[in-house]
């Protein structure tokens, strides 16, 4: 796994019940200017945006949820700093019933050189099944994207690996799989091909 690269990290905290977001927003809002230098990006009925300029970090909140994600994994202890401040004060000004949950997410990627390079790759991480899965269909595999899931207590963990292109536009991220349309499997090939070509 060492050739995977950490591009992001995000942190979410869901809640039930932070009425109190829509009188007291403006405090949370402050507060984090105070502390970390935030700077308000939007405000809308469904949350607040903002962003650190200092640390990479950009930060949204809403009745239900905190979301803090940093596109710079490497400055872990700004996030960590930036988590604990707003889901403490979040808390404590929103009063929610219960939070329901915190979590965690890392997103890595390995770059290949080409989209048949992406396709090998993925069928290498978990050789056994996916060879048996071909042998039984006389079929050979093309790639293959997979969550697993570990759950002890209350910790759980999801890891997904999932073939795809980059720097082109989001709804054609998803690269060809089997049961895509022909149409739409060629049109990505053929903007992979003008990627690594």
């Given at each position: 796994?060492?050739?995977?690269?950490?591009?992001?990290?995000?942190?979410?905290?869901r809640?039930d019940?932070?009425?109190?977001?829509?009188?007291?927003?403006?405090e949370?809002?402050?507060?984090?200017?105070?502390?970390?230098?935030f700077?308000l990006?939007?405000?809308n009925?469904?949350g607040?945006?903002?962003?650190?300029?200092?640390?990479?970090?950009?930060?949204?909140?809403?009745a239900?949820?905190?979301?803090?994600v940093?596109?710079?994994p490497?400055?872990?202890?700004?996030?960590?700093?930036?988590?604990?401040?707003?889901?403490?004060?979040?808390?404590?000004l929103?009063?929610?019933?219960?939070?329901?949950?915190?979590?965690?997410?890392?997103?890595?990627l390995?770059?290949?050189?080409s989209?048949?390079?992406?396709?090998?790759?993925?069928?290498?991480?978990?050789?056994?099944?996916?060879?048996?899965?071909?042998?039984?269909l006389n079929l050979?595999?093309?790639?293959?994207?997979?969550?697993?899931?570990?759950e002890?207590?209350?910790?759980?963990v999801?890891?997904?690996?999932?073939?795809?292109?980059r720097?082109?536009?989001?709804?054609?991220r998803?690269l060809?799989?089997?049961g895509?349309?022909?149409?739409?499997?060629?049109?990505?090939?053929?903007?992979?091909?003008?990627?690594s070509?």
């Open positions: 796994m060492t050739q995977f690269k950490d591009v992001q990290i995000q942190f979410e905290q809640f019940g932070g009425y109190r977001f829509f009188d007291k927003s403006g949370f809002v402050t507060a984090l200017r105070e502390e970390f230098g700077m990006l939007s405000v009925l469904t607040r945006d903002m962003e650190s300029p200092d640390t990479s970090l950009r930060l949204h909140i809403s239900d949820r905190l979301l803090v940093s596109m710079e490497e400055k872990q202890n700004d996030l960590v700093r930036v988590v604990d401040f707003a889901s403490k004060m979040a808390i404590r929103f009063l929610p019933f219960v939070v329901e949950y915190n979590q965690l997410a890392l997103s890595s390995e770059q290949t050189p989209l048949q390079a992406s396709f090998s790759r993925s069928i290498e991480l978990l050789p056994t099944t996916i060879q048996d899965l071909s042998k039984l050979p595999a093309l790639n293959q994207d997979f969550t697993l899931s570990f002890s207590g209350t910790l759980r999801h890891v997904r690996v999932q073939p795809a292109v720097n082109i536009s989001l709804s054609e998803r060809p799989i089997l895509l349309p022909k149409a739409q499997s060629q049109h990505l090939l053929r903007k992979e091909k003008k990627l070509g």
